[in-house]
């Protein structure tokens, strides 16, 4: 009776394991990945830098100085002789202009002379209509020169090496018919000088 039994309950035994082990094989494995190094998690973020500014469009004035930019030489008086039929005083002023990537049909500016300290000394207004090919050239400017007048007087005796002189272009009109005109113009200092001579290189 006990030997029926026993082996009665070791039989239910073997049964309910058997029974487990099948449940266990049915149920779906988990799915082990390996990790790629290359996957997004792993791989380093780009560094952002931030866009540089487009730099600002170019001023008129900036456009007219790329155009023709004029570059004072040399400072001579030249005294009144009525013998040479020379009536005033006149200043010769020697020139070196360079013109950009367009021709010239016409262009007006002025140089802007100031001593060591930066304080004006005088201004000499250029204009010329005749036709300005690119590339560079020297010409002398010729005007009238007052005694009477300071800021005349001053600039005869101006010393290049000392002060400074400053381009300003006022207008250019270009061979093909376009134009730049500057927007404000500051009265000038001093006699007006003609562009007697400029000419194509």
Known sequence: MNRAIAASGFFMIV??????????????????????PDTPKHRPRPIQVASAPLPPPKTDTELMLDAVHGQVLALTLVPRNIYEGRYEDELSMKVRWTVGAKSIAAMKGRFVFRDAFGDLVATRTVKSEHDMATGVTET??????????????????????????AWEPL???????????????????????????????
């Open 171 to 201: 207008a250019v009109i270009f061979a093909d018919g376009s134009k730049i005109v500057a927007k404000e113009i500051v009265p000038d200092a001093g006699s007006p000088t003609q562009a007697e001579g400029v000419e194509s290189p």
């Open 15 to 36: 049964l309910l394991s058997a029974t487990i082990g099948v449940l266990l094989a049915s149920m779906p494995r988990p799915v082990v990945v390996a990790e790629d």
């Open 140 to 165: 002398s400017l010729t005007g009238k020169h007052s005694r009477m007048n300071a800021h005349d007087v001053a600039l005869a005796g101006f010393d290049l090496k000392k002060g400074s002189v």
